[in-house]
């Protein structure tokens, strides 16, 4: 595909107000390089493109803006009295259902109360408690592969050791983890409508059986305490215990794993890094934060709320905006030589967590797990590498990931 810059349309496919010259149809998943390598297909965003433009085929949304640049990304991200979170991801209204996805879709003033009330299970000191599960989760992933000399690293680790982590704080069964997966698949990775609706409605039915159980059996999982939980002397709504817990199932899923993949692609093509990481782990910490900004995967979307300006393009009330993470943490105004990994950049500001009210919730728990997945795979795996001959195969979406990759060693 050409530059998508040179391919815009007349403007009549967007509405009235938005400029002929700042309308490209782009969809974040239909362009063959998303197949092999999402952040070369978006490149053109953050080096070629205007500040902000209008894509009539967004591959959510009936249209949506795109913003390309980290200082405008950030005022949107906190500006949720112009730019509201409400109905951002939709999935209850996919099934005729009207909850939010808790604290992911609310706004001030009902935002506070309740991300106040989940904030401190996902502390500093909270997450220190959980790293022998966390250990231990990845210490019995690598035991399956270390004693051969390949893996699909995708769902040999990079999926199964974040998600399992996750199901012990929920205290859902192990065993169920291809199930779950699939779900994830089919409302995260698909682009069918139907299949869309059929894993939503499949989640949210277990997740109600399971919330069921809890009132009956309550345990120490986050669901137990989703549905224990009281907030000014009153307990959650029927429609608050389902948004957090379908929140909280679906972000122990996906982004982690995700971004393990590009992460250990990076490392597998870079064997001076790898040798580096390996010969000095105090380094691992900073190299987390490099990829994070380098692999930044999340677009989430706003929707105005009165009509403003961005870079001087007037927003009506009632547009959609899409803010990609990775064209904040590649802006070359906030870094210099933005595709490049530097294990010593220094501010290293990148938005792969969000930004503002809605920075994610469970940033420290998954910081963590970047650490003991490398230290784990460095102690128990001989230097690796792609495996010569096969090829690694990537997606695009509302959050980039790699769907396989086969690594080899001596």
Same mark, same amino acid.
């Given at each position: 595909?050409?530059?998508?810059?040179?391919?815009?349309?007349?403007?009549?496919?967007? =509405?009235?107000?938005?400029?002929?010259?700042?309308?490209? &149809?782009?969809?974040?998943?239909?362009? %063959? +390089? $998303?197949?092999?390598?999402?952040?070369?297909?978006?490149?053109?965003?953050?080096?070629?493109?205007?500040?902000?433009?209008?894509?009539?085929?967004?591959?959510l949304l009936p249209g949506c803006w795109i913003v390309t640049k980290a200082e405008d990304i950030r005022y949107v991200l906190q500006s949720p009295e112009i730019f509201s979170s409400r109905g951002?991801?939709?999935?209850?209204?996919?099934?005729?259902?009207?909850?939010?996805?808790? =604290?992911?879709?609310?706004?001030?003033?009902?935002?506070? &109360?309740?991300?106040?009330?989940?904030? %401190? +299970? $996902?502390?500093?000191?909270?997450?220190?408690?959980?790293?022998?599960?966390?250990?231990?989760?990845?210490?019995?992933?690598?035991?399956?592969?270390?004693?051969?000399?390949?893996?699909?690293?995708?769902?040999?680790?990079?999926?199964?050791?974040?998600?399992?982590?996750?199901?012990?704080?929920?205290?859902?069964?192990?065993?169920?983890?291809?199930?779950?997966?699939?779900?994830?698949?089919?409302?995260?990775?698909?682009?069918?409508a139907e299949t869309r609706v059929k894993s939503i409605r499949s989640i949210v039915d277990y997740l109600r059986g399971a919330i069921q159980q809890r009132r009956e059996n309550p345990g120490t999982d986050l669901i137990s305490f989703s549905v224990q939980a009281e907030i000014d002397g009153r307990k959650l709504t029927e429609d608050e215990i389902i948004g957090i817990c379908f929140l909280l199932f679906i972000g122990g899923l996906d982004t982690v794993a995700s971004s393990l993949g590009f992460h250990f692609h990076y490392l597998a093509t870079h064997p001076e890094l790898q040798a580096k990481l390996r010969a000095d782990r105090s380094l691992i910490p900073a190299a987390v934060e490099e990829f994070l900004r380098l692999y930044s995967i999340v677009i989430s979307h706003r929707r105005v709320t009165q009509d403003t300006e961005i870079g001087g393009v007037l927003l009506k009330a009632g547009d959609w905006v899409s803010v990609p993470t990775f064209n904040a943490s590649r802006d070359p105004a906030e870094f210099s030589n933005p595709n490049d990994f530097d294990l010593d950049r220094a501010a290293n500001r990148h938005v792969a967590f969000s930004y503002g009210p809605h920075r994610c919730i469970g940033s420290h728990l998954a910081r963590r797990e970047f650490v003991v997945a490398y230290n784990e795979i460095l102690d128990r795996i001989p230097p690796f590498r792609i495996k010569e001959g096969t090829e690694v195969r990537t997606n695009g979406g509302a959050v980039f990931g790699i769907d396989e990759m086969h690594l080899a060693w001596d």
């Open positions: 595909m050409g530059d998508p810059v040179l391919a815009m349309n007349d403007g009549n496919s967007a =509405p009235a107000h938005v400029p002929a010259e700042l309308v490209i &149809p782009f969809d974040f998943h239909s362009d %063959p +390089l $998303f197949k092999t390598d999402p952040f070369e297909a978006v490149r053109w965003q953050h080096e070629n493109a205007p500040r902000i433009f209008y894509s009539p085929t967004h591959y951002q991801v939709g999935f209850s209204s996919l099934i005729g259902e009207n909850w939010d996805l808790v =604290p992911l879709e609310l706004d001030p003033p009902h935002h506070a &109360p309740l991300r106040g009330l989940l904030n %401190p +299970l $996902f502390s500093p000191k909270e997450v220190a408690k959980m790293d022998a599960g966390v250990r231990e989760a990845a210490s019995r992933l690598i035991a399956k592969i270390e004693g051969g000399k390949e893996c699909e690293f995708v769902s040999t680790f990079a999926q199964p050791f974040p998600v399992s982590v996750f199901l012990q704080l929920l205290g859902l069964p192990l065993e169920e983890m291809p199930m779950f997966l699939e779900w994830e698949a089919g409302l995260l990775k698909s682009f069918s």
